[in-house]
C-alpha cells in the first residue's frame, strides 16, 4: 500500500520536504526535521479562549493557586539563571502566577492574554498590568529586556510571526523564553495517541529539540540553552512523593534516569535564546 505524502516547504527548514502522516493520520511531520503539525477535522471550529476553555477543556487547574505558584517558581528559578531582573513580558500569560512570581524577584513585569478570563483573573487576584489580545497584534507597543512564553507557540496560527513579534518586541541582545510539548520524547514515542501532551484539539504545531532550534535560528534568536523536563517536574514534592510509586517507574522508563531533566528525552522542550542582531530574521 502506498504511504499518503504532503509536500511543501516546512515551516522550520525553509525547504521541501516530505511531511508524513503520523499517529495514524492525526498528525502530519517534516522528515527533516520532525516538527509535526494538527490535521484539522472536517468542520472543526477555531477553539475560543473563554471561561469554558479553562473549566472544562483539560485547563481545569489554571486557575489554582498551589500549583501554578509551584510552576511558576519553578519557571522563575530556571530563568533567573541566565537572566538578570529587567524589563519583562509574557506573552500567554494566563493566570499571572508567573507574572507575580517574577515581580516579586524585582522584574518589571507585563502580561499579554488572548482570553479575556485570564486576564481578567491576572489583573484582579495579583494587580499585574496585563493587556488583552493577541499578542503578535499587542507587541508593536511593547519594549522588553525578556519576553516568555511558556506553552503558547504550539496554540498559536503562525509560529513564524509570533516569534518575529518577541524579536521586535526585545532590546539589542534581549532574551526568548519558550516551553512547548516535545513531540520527540520518549513517552511520546511510547504512548502514541494517549501521550497528554498531544492535545490535537488545541495544539497545532509539535515541536522537537531540532525543529524548534532551527526556528529560533531562521526568526533571528542564538540559542543559549536548551533542555526537557518530565511532567512531574512542576509537581510539588509531597505530590511525587505519595505517588511515586505510579509516576517514577514510568519517568525512569523514559528518561533512564531518576531525574527530572534530561537533554532531549522528556516531554516538556525548554530554551532560552538571545535576539540575534546580525542581519534580519527570515
Not at 74 to 99: D, I, M, N
Request: positive net charge; charged residues 20%.
Amino acid at each position: 500500500m502506498s504511504i499518503d505524502v504532503s509536500v511543501g516547504t516546512c515551516l522550520t527548514c525553509a525547504a521541501d520536504q516530505p511531511h508524513l502522516p503520523h499517529l495514524d493520520g492525526l498528525l502530519r511531520r517534516c522528515t527533516g526535521c520532525g516538527l509535526g503539525w494538527t490535521v484539522p477535522e472536517p468542520g472543526q471550529t477555531p477553539v475560543r479562549y473563554d471561561l469554558d476553555y479553562f473549566t472544562g477543556g483539560g485547563y481545569e487547574d489554571y486557575f489554582l493557586t498551589g500549583p501554578r505558584r509551584f510552576e511558576a517558581g519553578r519557571r522563575l528559578r530556571w530563568l533567573s539563571s541566565l537572566v538578570k531582573p529587567s524589563v519583562l513580558v509574557e506573552a500567554g500569560c494566563a493566570g499571572g502566577y508567573f507574572l507575580e512570581a517574577a515581580r516579586r524577584a524585582g522584574f518589571t513585569v507585563t502580561g499579554v492574554e488572548v482570553s479575556e478570563a485570564a486576564a481578567g483573573f491576572a489583573a484582579a487576584r495579583w494587580a499585574v498590568p496585563v493587556r488583552q489580545g493577541r499578542f503578535e497584534q499587542v507587541a508593536p507597543s511593547l519594549r522588553a529586556d525578556v519576553v516568555c512564553a511558556f506553552h503558547v507557540l504550539e496554540h498559536v496560527a503562525d509560529p513564524r510571526a509570533f516569534l518575529r513579534a518577541a524579536r521586535a518586541t526585545l532590546t539589542p541582545g534581549g532574551w526568548l523564553a519558550l516551553e512547548v510539548p516535545n513531540i520527540a520524547s520518549a513517552a511520546a514515542h511510547r504512548l502514541g495517541h494517549d501521550w497528554p501532551g498531544l492535545q490535537p484539539r488545541y495544539h497545532h504545531w509539535h515541536f522537537s529539540p531540532l525543529s524548534l532550534a532551527r526556528l529560533l535560528a531562521a526568526t533571528g534568536f542564538d540559542v543559549v540553552r536548551q533542555d526537557t523536563a518530565v511532567f512531574r517536574y512542576y509537581m510539588p514534592l509531597g505530590y511525587r512523593v505519595r505517588h511515586a510509586r505510579r509516576l517514577l517507574p514510568r519517568d525512569w522508563l523514559d528518561l533512564r534516569s531518576p531525574r527530572l531533566t534530561h537533554p532531549r528525552r522528556g516531554d516538556l522542550l525548554r530554551v532560552v535564546a538571545r535576539r540575534a542582531d546580525r542581519g534580519t530574521a527570515r
